[in-house]
Nanobody, 125 residues
Framework: VQLQASGGGLVQAGDSLRLSCAVSGGTVRTLTMTWFRQAPGKEREFIAA????????HYKDSVKGRFTVSRDNAENTVYLQMDSLKPEDSAAYYC???????????????????WGQGTLVTVSS
């Protein structure tokens, strides 16, 4: 399985961005697809996940109501719509995929077998 993340860029506070994660060699609906981010000098943190089969969607508390994760089965792509961006959202964003990620491990980077290369988001104040 290969993941290709894209859509990052430089925006101002309050703007929106949509990140994409295109999947090849696998099918998004059979994978738990998750977004993480990592700011310089900080650990990688969980942002949002959509579990395989669309069983459930989960968000980090600080992005609830601003970020939306979705999946397009026809395009075999997962999206992260980010609205009302803040400077503290600046980071490299990574998509990750796993076939058997249990609910209690959703936020754990070690639970995922496949990773995209990351796309940089910079939000200016």
């Amino acid at each position: 399985v290969q993941l290709q993340a894209s859509g990052g860029g430089l925006v101002q506070a309050g703007d929106s961005l949509r990140l994409s994660c295109a999947v090849s060699g696998g099918t998004v609906r059979t994978l738990t697809m998750t977004w993480f981010r990592q700011a310089p000098g900080k650990e990688r943190e969980f942002i949002a996940a959509i579990r395989r089969g669309g069983a459930s969607i989960h968000y980090k508390d600080s992005v609830k109501g601003r970020f939306t994760v979705s999946r397009d089965n026809a395009e075999n792509t997962v999206y992260l719509q980010m609205d009302s961006l803040k400077p503290e959202d600046s980071a490299a964003y990574y998509c990750a995929a796993g076939g058997g990620v249990i609910l209690s491990s959703l936020a754990s980077a070690s639970a995922y077998s496949y990773w995209g290369q990351g796309t940089l988001v910079t939000v200016s104040s």
